[in-house]
């Protein structure tokens, strides 16, 4: 029984010393498009597809899209700081920007 108590103590101290990566921390889809202002999914699709905006491009795990959190912050940096997220042009209308 002691030794079972010991490897428990053992285990949560891991737990606690452990740090998590920033590298390794990944977003879905819905996590993505709510960090830039819950954009839609064909926005999301759009900026995949615009090679000048050069979005970070999704990783697949089990057929889902996952962004690293890194990857994404890189890409955020490479922005102008004035510069606002791209708009998106639908028949010849920008869609609406959020408040």
């Given at each position: 029984m002691a030794d079972l108590i010991q490897k428990?103590?053992?285990?949560?101290?891991?737990?606690?010393n452990a740090s998590i990566?920033?590298?390794?921390v990944?977003?879905?889809?819905?996590?993505?498009?709510s960090r830039y202002?819950?954009?839609?999914?064909?926005?999301?699709?759009?900026?995949?597809?615009?090679e000048k905006?050069?979005?970070?491009?999704?990783?697949?795990?089990?057929g889902r899209r996952f962004?690293?959190?890194?990857?994404?912050a890189a890409?955020?940096?490479t922005r102008a700081p004035d510069q606002p997220l791209p708009s998106v042009e639908r028949d010849g209308a920008s869609e609406p920007e959020a408040a």
């Amino acid at each position: 029984m002691a030794d079972l108590i010991q490897k428990l103590e053992q285990v949560q101290g891991a737990i606690r010393n452990a740090s998590i990566d920033a590298a390794t921390v990944y977003l879905n889809a819905p996590q993505v498009r709510s960090r830039y202002g819950n954009v839609c999914e064909m926005t999301l699709w759009r900026w995949l597809h615009d090679e000048k905006l050069n979005f970070p491009r999704p990783h697949r795990i089990n057929g889902r899209r996952f962004w690293k959190a890194a990857e994404l912050a890189a890409w955020e940096r490479t922005r102008a700081p004035d510069q606002p997220l791209p708009s998106v042009e639908r028949d010849g209308a920008s869609e609406p920007e959020a408040a």
